[in-house]
């Protein structure tokens, strides 16, 4: 009896848990609004800096959520030589390393934008993912809080530039220094010992981060003992007590009608605390600045509710949010929520300078921020595809080939159709596939004869939707006959017509 042979284990063909594929359109429609977003940093005078994708833990910090280990939070790996080394988590960690490097080259203050891939060993969920696109401004090397302000204003211009109607986002401003005078005076924080209560006060944090998604109960829990969440999960709590709680859950519930009454109400919650009527002030300056610019409360709103996650926020913290309405996977109206975030990180640099540098900025979710406009029903039609060269004859691919280099020198997108010519339906349905304006046809006898075919695609689309006898359709110009050397002439004029349509 013959031997089965052992069945091959193959791979399966799927990405790792939280990654994805971006295939053409999505990665068109990210550099296209990459580019609106950096044309905003750039008009306000910041350069491009591109760092490495890999830091070594040590430059990244000990600045991520729930770090008890050096690879927890971050795709991390040692090197021959024993040393960490990690994913970058976000774009900001790499600036500070750059600039501690630099610094003696580089302008101060140092204004740079960069955008790119980050990488976080998070639990993936929904929407959610492990790598996603960042597009940052920072500013390094001033400490004035009119840089905070100019941080939040050009926010707002770069959320427009991408499309987002100004009624329908909010920039959302707060001060880590209030919130640390809140615990401060809730004895959750000691100014003289900052290390004294260093793990509870990371979990206040974090907690009052997530009342968006959690709730004030779900985060009253944090505070408390911990919760448990619908998977079963329990995350431990700060067990602080009902009075420490109460005064937390009090600064999240102290917005008022306008900035100023926003302001007055946190001085009354922080007085004792030098460090908390600092950061108080600080909010008044940014309200006054920005008002004065134009970019008053409809655009740009103190709340005392935004904290941000990260550690290494020490002073005006802030983020964008989207205020319309969208309906969720099951079919339930929510609001989109936050598309971007920053603030001030004044120790950052410090860790390898051993001096304080100032840094104040901002980090934009482009794919988020992508992925609301979709949501919202702004997502436009797909970019146009390259005009394909038919091939009717496969022995004259040279003829084929040499239209190509015409369009192409011409500066037209084109191609040369390079799979089974035999059906020339199936070359018509790549074409449409590929959102093809035009395509180009040649059998022998139009070769004899000295011209082409062009077929409107675009145009054929639109008659095909509002035709209904095959006489109206015969009676349409969607496909003409033109001598051969006009032909980038006349592919032009297709094509000008398909983007004045």
Known sequence: MAKRKPKVQRPKALPPRGFRDYFGEDVRARAAMLDKITGVYHAYGFDPLETSAVETVEALGKFLPDVDRPNEGVFAWQDEDESWMALRYDLTAPLARVYAQFRNDLPTPYRRYATGPVWRNEKPGPGRFRQFYQCDADTVGT??????????????????????????????????KVLNGVMEVAGVL???DLCKFEAERGIVLRAIDKLDRLGPEGVRALLGAGRKDESGDFTGGANLSDEQAEIIMGFMDARRESGGATCARLRELVQGSEIGLT???????????SDTAGYGPARLLIDPSVVRGLGYYTGPVFEAELTFEILDEKGRKRQFGSVAGGGRYDDLVKRFTGQAVPATGVSIGVDRLRAALSMRGEATEGPRGPVIITVMDRDRMADYQAMVAELRNAGIRAEVYLGNPKNFGNQLKYADARNAPVAVIEGGDEHANGVVQLKDLALGKALAANITTNEEWKAQPAQIQIPRTALVSEVRKMLARVDHS
């Open 279 to 289: 950061g108080v002030q600080e909010l008044e300056t940014i309200a006054e600045l």
């Open 190 to 192: 000691d100014m003289s």
């Open 143 to 176: 400490p004035t809080v009119a840089a905070d302000a100019e941080i939040c204003m050009m926010l707002s211009d770069a959320l427009e530039a991408a499309g987002i109607a100004r009624e329908d986002y909010i920039v959302r401003v707060n001060n880590r």
